[in-house]
């Protein structure tokens, strides 16, 4: 089965292409500044690929947030788009556990030394943030479990000051846990271990917490081939229209217009 990944939470953007849980395409966007202008441009190649492969989408998985407001918007908006066009069901994953995710697939990848353990265990907990803006920051906790197997319907963040966030991850650091976040709340200069930014292939992320939720629909229909079926039952899969985003907070516009 075969599923396109993508998300734009911020100035850059990744699209993914997965066959269950391995990833076969992967391309990160927007380095140059113009991601909704690339969009369209990789979108096109991942789906020229997969037509070399023969191969067609069963649905599109995207980051529904939180993220920076035109950044999800961008992401939602390709999703709704290509998904409607395709006539096939979204599934909306979000950002923090994606971020995650990733964390702990590169911890695998690091040397024994620079690890702040095996990220996979059970109990191994990960402290994820994303920018806010105007002083503040999301922020989520997940541990190894949560990752192997996400719920259905997932964890939101909650808003904290920029202040709280820093003494989070001082303790964390101090705790030997995995800290994933944007470079502009990270600490200044050369990062402890255990601490990264958030990888320009967040669609990785995206994808694997996707297809884990899908094979656990998978699996209690105990048939592979009925877990599109039972996911869109329990609306794990919807309907294109259907998808927002997790904007969490409201604007600075919004918040302006409602002070006046």
């Known amino acids: 089965m075969f ?10 953007g990744s699209l993914a292409i997965f066959s269950d849980g391995e990833v076969l395409w992967h391309r990160a966007i927007g380095d140059s500044g113009r991601t909704a202008a690339e969009f369209a441009v990789v979108l096109d190649q991942a789906l020229r690929w997969l037509e070399s492969q023969q191969q067609q989408l069963s649905f599109v998985s995207v980051a529904a947030g939180p993220g920076s407001f035109t950044g999800l918007r961008v992401g939602i908006t390709t999703c709704k788009t290509l998904a409607y066009a395709l006539k ?15 964390a702990a697939i590169a911890s695998e990848h690091e040397p024994a030394s620079d690890s702040p353990g095996n990220a996979w265990q059970a109990t191994h907990r990960f402290q ?62 050369d990062l402890p271990p255990g601490v990264s930014e958030i990888p320009k292939l967040l669609a990785i992320g995206v994808g694997m917490i996707a297809f884990r939720k899908l094979s656990s629909q998978s699996a209690a229909a105990d048939h592979p081939s ?7 039952e329990n609306e794990l899969l919807i309907d294109p229209m259907k998808l927002t985003a997790d904007y969490i907070k409201r604007s600075a516009a919004e918040e302006k217009a409602d002070s006046r």
Not at 3 to 12: P, R, V, Y
Not at 88 to 102: E, F, K, L, Q, S
Not at 226 to 231: D, K, R, T
Request: net charge neutral; proline share 4%.
């Open 88 to 102: 096939i069901p979204v599934m909306p994953v979000g950002t923090m556990i994606a971020i995650a995710c990733n």
């Open 3 to 12: 599923h396109l990944a993508l998300e734009s939470i911020a100035k850059t």
């Open 128 to 189: 994820v943030g994303v920018n806010a803006y105007r002083g503040q920051v999301f922020r989520a906790t997940f541990t190894g479990a949560e990752l192997q197997r996400p719920e259905i319907k997932g964890r939101s963040a909650t808003i904290c000051s920029r202040s709280e966030w820093d003494a989070l991850v001082n303790q964390a650091v101090a705790d030997q846990e995995t800290v994933c976040a944007d470079a502009a709340i990270l600490p200044k200069g």
């Open 226 to 232: 009925l877990g599109l079926q039972v996911a869109q």
